[in-house]
């Protein structure tokens, strides 16, 4: 069984740091549960462009309100409290923080812990060591 609290993983390995968030990283994938589990805060005021080309995430807004923008369609949905969305076609999208957002994120295939945007704003895989995975 595998118990964690916030307090026990902040200023750790698994708090990520990025100018428009923080991410705590409750379950990795050397956790071994198949997919990673995040408290995810955007920070208020900001915009976020996503597109997460090697991962599946849903998401689940626990506190605070923002808009998403699907990037393809330009189709904004309001978030607030209660919202999901899940990006199931690996969407390019845009998430604007209203106000400080408190998310709770799912990724598959789990990270390790270390990812961080990239030019993309998404996320490369990596090996348990956070090196690049070789990819087909």
Known sequence: ????????IRDS????????????RLLLKKDGMGFSFHETTIYAGTTTNM???????AVYCIAGEGELEEVETEVIHEI???TMYALEQHDRHVLRAKTE???V????????GQENHD???GYALLNDDAIP???A
């Open 1 to 8: 069984m595998i118990v964690r609290t916030l307090e026990s």
């Open 51 to 57: 597109w997460y080309r090697n991962h599946l995430e």
């Open 80 to 82: 607030k409290p209660g």
């Open 105 to 112: 994120c799912v990724f598959n295939p789990p990270c390790t």
């Open 13 to 24: 390995d698994r708090e990520v740091h990025a100018p428009t968030w923080v991410s705590r």
């Open 101 to 103: 957002l408190k998310l």
């Open 133 to 135: 995975a070789v990819t």
């Open 119 to 121: 030019e993309y704003g």
